[in-house]
């Protein structure tokens, strides 16, 4: 625990051997976390930590069949559990908070509705998803400008299998369909292109990677909206425990991380959104649906898995309340001639009624 608490503190509360017995975990994260914020660092975890950051690249290999299993690890997990906690469209991503007292399910709406705006869609128009999760997202940029058709590629079997049902429900299976693919095996062109929550997968070893195909794939006149978790200080790295237990091989990326490879590979940035808070928010929503339906996941795994959830979903609020955890909304254009001069566009499509509930998950 002295050594490395960043990977022992966890292990030591999903084993019962740390207890809270008064409040709850997230009551302790929260007086360890906002009295270390703006703090420096002990010797020993400092010199940790450079170790950790300097080996990252080496360590993150994540090349089809490594980002096949990563992904597995964590998304291929029985879908009734992201059912406890998730809205009814099973957004699991940073939703927008408009003002405290929205809902989780208006929350996620709205960013969606603010996706959709940025992507300034037209009629027959081809989009593709990169990291579609269970089709929410898809789903309804195919309903905002019809028509238009929407590819969506995942790694994970279990999302597949519940966003081509959904696409069927909704009768826009013509129109909208799902791939276990990974990103580096799509064939373009494709006028949009939206990645929601997949970035933080790629690896700090792939930025270049990424963005590359992206430029491949986008049409000449082409757009892109990356949403991502980042940090808005230096490059940093995940923690060893959320690396073990529940994202293995992922990074999030500084803003200057991202940017380099994006001019590398001749794409043009034509907007960056920072939310703040919107995540934190956001956490705690899924910590108290996780709560009151914990016997129902304590069902489908164990009471150890039950802890694990609990510290995830806990240090990751309290990470986005005191530490530099952001998300970055970026745009990008393989032209610097394809968008509108102002903002206004998004406006307008925002100001639309909204959209048709693209139905929820059964």
């Known amino acids: ?35 270390a914020e703006g703090q420096q660092q ?14 990252r690249r080496a360590v993150r290999t994540n090349l089809p069949s490594r980002a096949r299993r990563n992904v597995a690890h964590h998304y291929d997990l029985d879908s009734r559990l992201f059912r406890l906690f998730l809205d009814e469209d099973m957004q699991y991503s940073c939703a927008y908070f408009v003002d405290n007292g929205a809902t989780l399910e ?34 309804q940029a195919a309903r905002s400008t019809a028509p238009l058709e929407v590819t969506g590629v995942t790694l994970s079997t279990e999302q597949l299998a519940i966003a081509q049902a959904r696409a069927a429900q909704a009768g826009l299976a013509h129109q909208v369909r799902f791939e276990l693919k990974d990103y580096r095996s799509v064939e373009g062109p494709f006028d949009r292109i939206v990645s929601v929550g997949m970035f933080e997968h790629v690896g700090a070893g792939f930025y270049g990677t990424f963005f590359e195909h992206v430029a491949r794939l986008l049409a000449p006149r082409g757009v892109m909206l990356l949403h991502t978790i980042g940090f808005s200080e230096a490059p940093g790295f995940v923690t060893p425990w ?3 237990y529940i994202f293995p091989g992922g990074d999030i990326p500084s803003l200057s991380e991202i940017v380099s490879p994006i001019e ?24 108290k649906r996780f709560q009151a339906r914990r016997k129902e996941a304590a069902a ?9 959830w609990e510290f995830y979903l806990a240090a990751a609020e309290c990470s986005f309340w005191h530490e530099n955890l952001v998300v970055f909304q970026i745009q990008l254009a393989k ?20 959209l048709p509930h693209s139905g929820a998950v059964g």
């Open 242 to 244: 959320l690396d073990k």
């Open 1 to 35: 625990m002295v050594l490395d608490p960043d990977l022992r503190f966890g292990e030591l509360y999903m084993d019962g051997r740390f207890v809270v017995e008064r409040g709850a975990i997230f009551d302790v994260l929260k007086l360890l976390y906002a009295n």
């Open 300 to 308: 489908l795994y164990d009471e150890r898995f039950c802890r694990m």
């Open 264 to 287: 590398k590979a001749g794409l043009v940035i034509t907007d960056v959104e920072v939310m703040r808070f919107h995540y934190a928010l956001t956490l705690r929503e899924w910590s």
């Open 106 to 139: 208006e929350a996620q709406a709205e960013k969606k509705r603010r996706i959709v705006a940025k992507l300034c869609l037209r009629p027959g128009q081809t989009v593709l998803d990169i990291g579609s999760g269970w089709g929410g997202l898809a789903i």
């Open 42 to 55: 002990g010797f020993i975890s400092r010199i940790v930590d450079r170790i950790r950051f300097s080996v």
């Open 335 to 354: 032209s610097a001639h394809a968008l509108p001069r102002t903002r206004r566009y998004m406006e307008q499509a925002r100001a639309i009624e909204p």
